[in-house]
Every structure is written in structure tokens, then in C-alpha cells.
């Protein structure tokens, strides 16, 4: 089992800045993917990156060039850093992981609100 808890979001304006982190419970070098998602209001969940245990990574289309998702194994987090931020990106972030190679992610956190707007 796995508790992940997510942190860093907020209220930030059009083109500005935010890190988000997830503090896995255990060593991440156990955990072969980590993903982050996002669900705005009256949307469908979207996985937005995703980092495998050697430091693969996937974007999606809307957010590639943008965001930067990373691993610090000391600290047993995975970081989302979002930058040049838009209105559309206003959503609450998830994180979320799986130990096996393939399959669903197994494991989420509670979530954390971004909100982009002037």
C-alpha cells in the first residue's frame, strides 16, 4: 500500500508559475510509474505527465513544453513543475502511481486545487 499526498497549489495569474509535489509513504525507487492528472469542473479526468522509475517521461499535448514532471528519490517525491501557466490548466491535480509495469495506476492522492486566473 501506498499513501501519496499532494501539495504546492494555489492561485497564480496567467503566465505565472507553480511546483506541485507528491509525497509517496514509501521509496519511490519501488514505484514503477507516477503520474499526475487533472479534472476540471464538468470535464473528464486527464492524465497530464507521467514518469516511469528510470526517469522516463510522457506529456500530454497540452501541457508539453510547459511542465516539467521529475523525481528526487531522497525525498520520496514527484514534482510537477507548470510554468507559463493558462486559464485552461485551473483544475484540481492528482497524483497518482502504480508498482506493476503495466495496468491502471493503484494508487491516488486527495488532490490539490490550481487555480490560473487575473
Known amino acids: 500500500q501506498v499513501q501519496l499526498v499532494e501539495s504546492g497549489g494555489g492561485l497564480v495569474q496567467p503566465g505565472g508559475s507553480l511546483k506541485l509535489s507528491c509525497a509517496a509513504s514509501k521509496s519511490i525507487d519501488t514505484i514503477y510509474a507516477t503520474a499526475w492528472f487533472r479534472q476540471a469542473p464538468g470535464k473528464d479526468r486527464e492524465s497530464v505527465a507521467l514518469?516511469?522509475?528510470?526517469?522516463?517521461?510522457l506529456y500530454s499535448d497540452s501541457v508539453k513544453g510547459r511542465f516539467t514532471i521529475s523525481r528526487d528519490n531522497a525525498k520520496n517525491t514527484v514534482n510537477l513543475q507548470m510554468n507559463s501557466l493558462k486559464p485552461e490548466d485551473t483544475a484540481v491535480y492528482y497524483c497518482a502511481a502504480r508498482e506493476s509495469v503495466t495496468g491502471t495506476m493503484q494508487y491516488w492522492g486527495q488532490g490539490t486545487q490550481v487555480t490560473v486566473s487575473s
Open positions: 514518469i516511469s522509475r528510470f526517469n522516463n517521461t
